[in-house]
């Protein structure tokens, strides 16, 4: 029997933690603590015991605490390093962790923690040496291959990220996150027939918020569709809609009925679309079906290849001829009308509006506003001196018309220049001519022509050469600018 009241309580801490019950251990050990104040070992089960019961605030002046008294303790400076970047502290977690390989080498989980504190610290091919130290350390490690893969797609380097997004699937089937990045990059790379099988997989992610369920309703595996109705339902963002509701038509030619569910907001552009039998907006009752299937699956299940995807040459969106008109009027005829959209739902992808200023330099141009809600209030301090017409009914309307009026407009323009957003997908589907300014690291829709996408014959990219650099790319877009309007004056 033990008499001593510290090591009671330090024992009993550690069979609580071994039974799974975090939140008891802590509390043991918080009496051993108070016991003796200064005990490494107690402090470090301490702040494990916090962490692991989702106390991460609290464990961190105690984990900090036991490392300040053992400052060379292997499991302190990984609990620490891992905590602190889990944190955001990754400069912080970056000392620990590298600490703790020179202190040893053959820690493959430190590795594996401190490539992933270089990927967040935008050291991409550090992170890559240390993703392969932690792969010799651990061979088996499909995470560890599915990171490489990362830091390998980060550095432009795509074709090698596909072999080791494949060799992570290969250790690790079942994780849907693998096969993900695999058919995505393999995807980029023009191997659509691997790759959107593999992309299939992205609704079996726990955190997927695109899952549909339809009970009683199969999932469209590619059999026949002729005389059966198929209901198409939505994923992801408006840009998504707009790009892939083509198939509808794949799937009409093949004899189905269409139902498709959509955003509210899509509503009443997609009523324009040929091929839909019945539109639904997401939240109203789905109608009877013999199918089902997610939108963006639709490229895979009609066995489509880059050389042949639908609708690339024409439109296949069109806006009221009344709504057009009317919006004509409000714009008019003069100089060259150009609309831009700066703003996209991710931060990689979006542009300062300060850096169209080459743009708003062309003599001639007349730049208008397509952005929509965020991001309107860089407009405050730029719009004025860059020029730009604002139609203040058109930027915050959200209901079931909002994007007619943003077609109508862009269908008086002779030009949109745009981030990789919904506006970009917009003009693509009606033909109209864009430039798409893409970052670096551009989506895997965008493939890796360097300059013409095979989703819209009219849209001209312009990639950024470099991550973050966007004066280059709109320089590059300003200069193309000047090149269209003078063989516009010259009628060459």
């Not at 994923?235 to 269409?258: C, H, I, N, P, W």
């Not at 040929?274 to 199918?291: E, F, K, N, R, T």
Request: glycine share 10%; with cysteine.
């Amino acid at each position: 029997m033990v008499d001593d009241p510290f090591q009671q309580e330090f024992e009993s801490g550690v069979r609580a933690h071994a039974g799974g019950r975090p939140d008891l251990a802590a509390g043991h050990f918080a009496q051993a603590v108070k016991l003796l104040p200064d005990h490494p070992v107690a402090l470090f089960n301490l702040g494990i015991a916090l962490e692991d019961s989702g106390q991460a605030e609290a464990a961190l002046p105690v984990l900090q605490e036991a490392w300040r008294r053992r400052p060379d303790h292997l499991h302190t400076l990984f609990r620490l390093g891992s905590l602190l970047a889990a944190r955001g502290r990754h400069e912080a977690a970056l000392a620990l962790l590298g600490r703790l390989l020179t202190l040893r080498p053959d820690y493959p989980d430190a590795a594996f923690r401190l490539a992933n504190v270089l990927m967040a610290l935008g050291r991409h091919a550090a992170a890559e040496r240390t993703y392969r130290l932690a792969l010799v350390l651990d061979p088996g490690a499909g995470s560890v291959a599915n990171n490489l893969g990362g830091a390998l797609r980060r550095q432009g380097r795509a074709a090698e990220a596909a072999r080791w997004y494949g060799r992570a699937v290969r250790l690790t089937p079942s994780a849907p996150e693998f096969h993900m990045n695999l058919g995505a990059c393999l995807i980029m790379l023009g191997a659509w027939r691997e790759g959107w099988p593999h992309l299939d997989w992205r609704d079996r992610q726990a955190v997927w918020l695109w899952r549909r369920a339809v009970p009683g309703v199969p999932r469209w595996d590619g059999s026949p569709l002729a005389g059966r109705t198929i209901l198409v339902h939505f994923e992801q963002g408006l840009g998504d809609t707009l790009m892939f509701v083509r198939y509808l038509s794949v799937l009409k030619r093949q004899g189905a009925r269409t139902l498709f569910e959509c955003q509210p907001t899509m509503r009443d552009i997609l009523r324009s679309f040929p091929d839909i039998d019945q539109l639904v907006c997401h939240g109203d009752p789905l109608p009877p079906a013999d199918w089902h299937a997610p939108l963006m699956s639709l490229p895979g299940l009609c066995g489509d290849r880059p050389e042949t995807v639908p609708g690339a040459g024409g439109a296949y969106l069109h806006p009221p001829a009344d709504r057009v008109a009317a919006w004509a009027r409000r714009i008019g005829t003069d100089g060259f009308k150009i609309g831009i959209n700066w703003q996209a739902a991710g931060d990689d992808r979006s542009i300062p509006l300060a850096a169209f200023a080459p743009l708003a330099a062309v003599p001639g141009v007349r730049l208008f506003n397509l952005q929509q809600d965020v991001g309107l209030d860089q407009l405050g301090a730029l719009a004025g001196s860059f020029g730009i017409t604002c139609f203040p009914d058109a930027e915050q309307e959200r209901t079931h018309g909002s994007f007619v009026d943003s077609a109508a407009i862009i269908a008086n323009l002779d030009l949109v220049v745009s981030c990789d957003s919904a506006m970009i997908h917009l003009a693509g589907a009606m033909g109209r001519p864009a430039f798409l300014a893409l970052p670096w690291l551009a989506d895997w829709r965008w493939l890796t022509q360097p300059d013409r996408t095979v989703w819209y014959d009219c849209v001209r990219m312009f990639r950024a050469q470099e991550e973050g650099c966007w004066e280059g790319v709109l320089s590059s877009i300003a200069q193309a600018v000047v090149e269209l309007i003078n063989h516009e004056v010259t009628g060459g």
